[in-house]
Nanobody, 121 residues
């Protein structure tokens, strides 16, 4: 069973930094896309950043220049370095893996349970 697990969330002051990590496991042969989404209370889930298997990235406008997504294909891991954090970045951050080829099954999408990021003084 393929799964993804996030880590690295927590409480940080405005202007601070956090690094989120996501590990995909479960007999994985390949993953095409990986990304981070977030959902704040009362709001819809939104894409924060994505990266494909070739390293091409995309970001939502509000995090450009502050967040950096990276990926280790050999380890099936994706990271999100978040700098200059703002209170409006407060949300639960979810890892997403798209088009995952496992040893037995192929998965269109796999979601983690999320990790909470709180930006507050």
């Amino acid at each position: 069973q393929v799964k993804v697990v996030e880590s690295g969330g927590g409480l940080v002051q405005p202007g601070g930094s956090l690094r989120l990590s996501c590990a995909a496991s479960g007999g994985i042969l390949s993953i095409k896309g990986m990304g981070w989404y977030r959902q704040a209370p009362g709001k819809e889930r939104e894409l924060v950043a994505g990266i494909d298997s070739n390293g091409r990235t995309n970001y939502t406008d509000s995090v450009k220049g502050r967040f950096t997504i990276s990926r280790d294909n050999a380890k099936n891991m994706v990271y999100l370095q978040m700098n200059s954090l703002r209170p409006e970045d407060t949300a639960r951050y979810y890892c997403n893996a798209k088009d995952v080829q496992g040893t037995i099954h192929r998965y269109l999408e796999v979601w983690g349970r999320g990790t909470l990021v709180t930006v507050s003084s």
